[in-house]
């Protein structure tokens, strides 16, 4: 293992990630994989598909066993000698990233030129030209869309990711036909900072049962879904340890998980057999009477408690085979989903194929990045923005003991 001088550094990598996925998300939008107007949307997903597309492009441009990421030269000087981003020159922040990138890479590379192009389709949401869709596609787009949604997180590539967008709609023009300029409407979210917050965010609490001034039965939908997520996430926090000392290393990364965990909770506990969510009131919410632009957001979530239902129940059937032969019983994949959802992707890497990491299809993969990316949907939502930077003080207050 490199010494902490042999590391590259952070900014290095960030600079080198940034200028692959300008030209990534532009030879995307030139294949025609991406829509001008869904760059200049910045919808929630874009945020997944666009550092996947920046990992696949990378994979094809590995040349090295073990596979490591070609950089751009730090100078234009013939002197400066071109780089390798590797396991032992790694900055640690970026280590566990690499690992399950690098397991990716002979994977894709062993795939024929036109599997390797229904992969890139299956990152960006489109169907595959090839049916039956080849064997495996499915758990390598869910590892590199696993890995872009710990990116995404990092609020240094929030902070810049508006500019690759826009350097993308740029190039060979924007596709406006009025000959205006398309902006990409992407916008950082919140940041928490502990040391702003207020003498009094540690002793607030997120009620359980909120009291009428926060909720009633009677309240609008757009609250009733919010406050109800909350309090969860609440709860999420205060059973978590991990998560709260990591709210105070790295909050937006902590604030995520925490979101991702309380949909998970939600979707198991509270959404029933019709679809309906019964919130923190008692009362219950259906998908008509939900907003419009929730209605997709409410879907999914109850979707989510019905795979996870599913998943239980595969869950026993395996441990009672197992109990059957009188084999060691297997993790159940829920219980690897909240660790990927609680550790992220990294937490997995290395773990092997012994103890079960991933199916063919990485279906605990593909389903923690389905409530990932259910969770920047939400997050997303303006009334979920208005409140993020008080619950981020409320949730900080949580972790004061720890």
């Known amino acids: 293992m490199a010494s902490d001088s042999q590391h590259l550094s952070e900014e290095y990598i960030q600079d080198s990630f940034h200028s692959y996925l300008k030209s990534s998300l532009t030879q995307a939008k030139v294949e025609k994989l991406l829509d001008p107007d869904v760059l200049a949307s910045a919808e929630a997903d874009l945020m997944i598909t666009g550092p996947a597309l920046c990992l696949y492009f990378a994979a094809l441009r590995s040349t090295t ?6 950089l751009p030269r730090r100078s234009k000087s013939a002197a400066s000698p071109p780089l390798e981003l590797t396991a032992s020159n790694c900055p640690p922040a970026f280590a566990s990233f690499l690992r399950v990138w690098a397991d990716t890479v002979p994977r894709i590379q062993d795939l024929p030129p036109e599997h390797q192009h229904d992969l890139a389709r299956i990152i960006c949401n489109l169907d595959p030209l090839a049916s039956p869709a080849a064997a495996g596609l499915g758990g390598i787009a869910a590892d590199l869309r696993a890995v872009a949604i710990e990116i995404s997180q990092r609020r240094s590539f929030q902070n810049r990711y508006a500019a690759d967008l826009q350097a993308a709609l740029d190039a060979g023009g924007s596709g406006s036909g009025s000959g205006l300029k398309v902006r990409a409407s992407f916008v950082p979210p919140p940041i928490y900072d502990p040391s702003s917050a207020s003498p009094s965010a540690s002793t607030t609490s997120l009620p359980r049962t909120p009291s009428p001034s926060i909720l009633t039965a009677d309240a609008p939908a757009i609250d009733f879904i919010r406050e109800t997520l909350y309090a969860s996430l609440a709860d999420v926090l205060e059973r978590t340890p991990a998560l709260r000392r990591l709210l105070h290393a790295d909050p937006p990364r902590a604030y995520f998980a925490a979101v991702a965990l309380a949909i998970l909770d939600v979707a198991t506990g509270a959404v029933t057999p019709r679809g309906t969510i019964v919130g923190v009131v008692g009362a219950e919410l259906t998908l008509e009477e939900c907003p419009p632009a929730l209605r997709p957001l409410m879907a999914e979530l109850a979707a989510i408690g019905r795979a996870a239902g599913v998943m239980a129940g595969e869950d026993d059937e ?13 993790e159940p994949r829920l219980e690897r989903v909240r660790r990927m959802l ?3 992707v990294g937490c997995e890497a290395g773990a092997g194929e012994a103890q079960g990491r991933r199916s063919v299809e990485g279906r605990a993969v593909a389903f ?6 259910l969770g920047l949907g939400i997050m ?3 009334a979920f923005r208005e409140r993020q930077a008080e619950v981020f ?10």
């Open 65 to 70: 066993n073990p596979p490591s990421v070609p």
């Open 318 to 330: 395996a441990a009672m085979a197992c109990a059957e032969r009188g084999e060691d019983m297997p």
């Open 342 to 344: 609680e550790g992220g």
């Open 368 to 373: 923690v990045n389905r409530i990932n990316a």
């Open 380 to 382: 997303r939502v303006k």
């Open 393 to 402: 003080a409320v949730l900080a207050g949580i972790g004061e003991g720890d």
